[in-house]
């Protein structure tokens, strides 16, 4: 499943490719939502670990826009709820991520991103 | 039966590795649903919050634990079989869980620093060892096993429970008396379909013996230049701790806690 918690952390791996290679940028996308459960403290200990303002670009690349450009020192319900839903309830079904970087694609199926890369490009 | 071992090691491992997989993932999948004890203990003493990484999750049954704490843990699941996963998709959706496709070699990088990760690797050194044909050059074969473990062991914060194939002549033996042996540890094994017991894949293993798989770990923590034992009590240094390790059913494990001064 290629949720924005997911895409969070990946990097291209490309042989050569270690700068300017995260975010990876969204194209062609299909999104599905599902509701998933609540969980205020796995969030607030998941928070620590993100990298936001790629979480925020991310997210309104893929018409988001409920997150602010900094993180707020106030972490309330409302915005609790706004991040739960933009982590773990917006799915990316079908699409192909793209490195900044070097340009190289990585096509999302059927819910399953394929971080595969042909023998000549392993560094 | 095999091919030449002069054929190129990555035809090698798609045909006997790789093609296996994803041709027996249905029936390969449904043979494997019960979690391992030591895998599930190791998962179950982690703290909430913590970030998971299933290296050859398979079928994906670790990915849900632990069971009495759903969503407290999210695990990413990495295999290499396409097929395997579009079964832990299925099998596990409601886990706060993912999926992707990743070589054994062509993982992706974990981008963001400062990250906490336990790792089950299950299948990764095995697979490992398995790129190259059996009767190359062993040397070459075992030094390319510890840049997974040492790409895995970066973290400071890292806990990992490594588990691989048993070595042949004990219990493993005796399920598969038809195993065809070549180099030692590097056999073959039937994979016979339920519902076609016409069709048979010969499905490559490396077997590991006593002490191999700690052997790469200590190699992997020298190659990081990373200190070997308990935490030390002062200086900065960074190490790793063979918490503990041994043989349980078929399968050797070993579990390491990074730690830092």
């Known amino acids: 499943m290629v949720r924005l918690i997911t895409h969070n952390l990946l990097a291209c791996h490309v042989k050569g490719c270690t700068s300017n290679n995260f975010p990876l940028e969204f194209k062609d996308v299909q999104v599905v939502l599902r509701e998933s459960e609540f969980n205020p403290d796995f969030l607030r200990g998941f928070i620590p670990k993100l990298e936001w303002p790629a979480l925020v670009g991310a997210a309104r690349e893929l018409g988001d826009t409920s997150l602010p450009d900094q993180l707020p020192e106030m972490l309330d319900d409302d915005f609790l709820k706004a991040l739960h839903h933009v982590l773990l309830e917006i799915h990316v079904e079908e699409g192909i991520m793209i490195c900044p970087n070097c340009k190289h ?4 199926s059927n819910g399953i991103p394929n971080m595969l890369l042909a023998e000549h490009e392993i560094g | 039966m095999a091919p030449a071992a002069t054929d190129a ?7 006997h590795v790789h093609d296996v997989y994803d041709a027996i993932a249905s029936h390969f999948s449904s043979t494997r649903y019960k979690p391992w004890p030591i895998i599930a203990a190791f998962l179950a003493n982690l703290q909430d919050g913590w970030v998971g990484l299933d290296s050859g999750t398979g079928n994906g049954k670790y990915l849900p634990l632990p069971l009495d704490r759903p969503g407290r843990q999210w695990t990413i699941g990495l295999d290499r079989s396409r097929n395997l996963l579009e079964i832990a998709r299925t099998c596990w959706r409601s886990g706060r869980a993912a999926r992707s496709r990743v070589g054994r070699r062509s993982r992706p990088r974990l981008a963001t620093r400062s990250f906490r990760v336990i790792m089950c690797a299950r299948t990764g050194l095995r697979n490992l060892n398995s790129y190259d044909p059996p009767s190359s050059d062993t040397r070459k074969t075992k030094t390319r096993s510890p840049a997974l473990v040492g790409r895995r062991l970066s973290r400071t914060r890292t806990r990992a429970d490594i588990c691989v194939g048993d070595a042949p002549g004990r219990a493993f033996k005796a399920k598969h008396p038809h195993e065809l042996e070549r180099d030692g540890q590097d056999v073959f094994v039937p994979w016979v379909l339920a519902e076609d017991s016409t069709q048979v894949f010969n499905r490559y293993y490396h077997m590991f ?53």
């Open chain 2, 9 to 15: 090691p990555e035809s090698y491992e798609e045909t």
């Open chain 2, 209 to 261: 013996d006593d002490g191999e798989l700690a052997a790469l770990v200590s190699v992997a923590a020298e190659e990081l230049g990373l200190v070997i034992g308990p935490a030390a009590a002062e200086g900065s240094l960074k190490g790793v701790e063979i918490v503990q390790g041994g043989w349980e059913r078929s399968n050797h494990f070993v579990e390491l806690r990074r730690w830092q001064t």
């Open chain 1, 105 to 108: 694609n990585y096509p999302v």
